[in-house]
């Protein structure tokens, strides 16, 4: 076995976290239906926030919008981290640019690549989706009650399925050299846990800063499809709630969801 077809070392990480709230518990799988899904059910069970579910192989990765996401085993990260946090509601549509902004981050840290962010949820590197993220979340009376926040990168995979191969990359193909997994996962952790702490005390308002300043969205022409129905437009910013704010034709749109296509790229 060389090192992109074993299990990642989770004792090693253990190791590397150094005692730090995300990932103080981690469940490992080789093979499972779902981190997301498995994340869900410990947190229904009252796992404690920064729990960690980490699977080499899943057999129905879920994607945004109902989509499938596809890893090949020992060669990616694939995992789902338990959040309890102390916001409102509303911040569903937030977190997943802190998230994002924070896994960039930590990319970046440890490859020294650039890396992008594709509203809502995308990372991208080279034009090309390096990274996505699923956030999952069950409300309580007074709020928030988990969050479940779900990361696919896209670390040492070198090709990829037809349907995806002209829009996929990772970070071994983007950096020419083959990436450590354990380190990588660590600093991801550590950026999410640096950040989740600067939200949970001061809100979003400087992390909305941040996510633009990743992306090249601003000012482009893009389309936007939503439940079947498509909506063009020129990228003016986010909204303090995180949704896109479009110029469609004149008239201002604020949209909370939906598949992005950047036109002209
Ligand atoms: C997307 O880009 O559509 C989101 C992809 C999220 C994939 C990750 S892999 C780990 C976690 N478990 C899942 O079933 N999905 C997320």
Redesign the pocket.
Known sequence: MNSTSSLLDTVALKKKLNGRKFGSKIFTFEKID????CARALAGCWAEEGTLVLAEM?TA????MG?S?Q?NPYENL???LILRPTLPPEALNLLPLYAAVAVAEAIEHETGLSVECKWP??LLIGGRKSA???LEGSLKEEGLDYVVL???VNVNQTTFPEDISASATSLRVQAGKEIDRVRLLREILKTLEIHYAAINKKGFHDLIPLWLSRTRMLNREISVTQDGTVLSGIVKGLSPEGALILDAGGTEKTLFAGDVTILGS
């Not at 990765?61 to 945004?64: A, E, I, M, N, P």
């Open positions: 779902s981190t997301n899904n899943q990765g879920k994607g945004r989509r996401w890893a694939t995992f789902s949820n995308d996505g993220i699923l779900g990361i696919g």
